[in-house]
Nanobody
Framework: QVQLVESGGGSVQAGGSLRLSCVASGSPLLLDAMGWYRQAPGKQRELVASISSSSSTTYADSVKGRFTISRDNAKNTVYLQMNSVKPEDTAVYYC????????????????WGQGTQVTVSS
C-alpha cells in the first residue's frame, strides 16, 4: 500500500508563487508517473501537470508557462512550482502516483493524496 501526503498549500495573492510537495511512502514503493490534479468548487477534477519516470512533462494549457512540475526520485517526492498564480487557480490540489508491481513488469496501480487547498486572492 502506498500513501501520498501533500503539503505547501495555502493562501496567496494573485501574481505570487507557491510550491506544493507530495511525498510518497509505503512498501514496496516502485513509483512510475506522478502528477497533480485540481478540483474547484462545482468543477470536475482536471489534470494540471504530470511527469513520467524519465522526467518528461505535460501541462494543462491553462498553466503552461506558469507552473513547473518536477520530481526527486531519491526522496520519492513530486513538486509543483506555481508562479504568477491567478484567482482561477483556486482549487484543491491532489497528488497522483502510478506504481509498478514488484516481481513483474506487467500491471500498474494508482494512488491519490487527500488534497491541499490553494486559494488565490485578487
Amino acid at each position: 500500500q502506498v500513501q501520498l501526503v501533500e503539503s505547501g498549500g495555502g493562501s496567496v495573492q494573485a501574481g505570487g508563487s507557491l510550491r506544493l510537495s507530495c511525498v510518497a511512502s509505503g512498501s514496496p514503493l516502485l513509483l512510475d508517473a506522478m502528477g497533480w490534479y485540481r478540483q474547484a468548487p462545482g468543477k470536475q477534477r482536471e489534470l494540471v501537470a504530470s511527469i513520467s519516470s524519465s522526467s518528461s512533462t505535460t501541462y494543462a494549457d491553462s498553466v503552461k508557462g506558469r507552473f513547473t512540475i518536477s520530481r526527486d526520485n531519491a526522496k520519492n517526492t513530486v513538486y509543483l512550482q506555481m508562479n504568477s498564480v491567478k484567482p482561477e487557480d483556486t482549487a484543491v490540489y491532489y497528488c497522483h502516483a502510478v506504481t509498478r508491481r514488484i516481481g513483474t513488469p506487467y500491471g500498474r496501480d494508482d494512488y491519490w493524496g487527500q488534497g491541499t487547498q490553494v486559494t488565490v486572492s485578487s
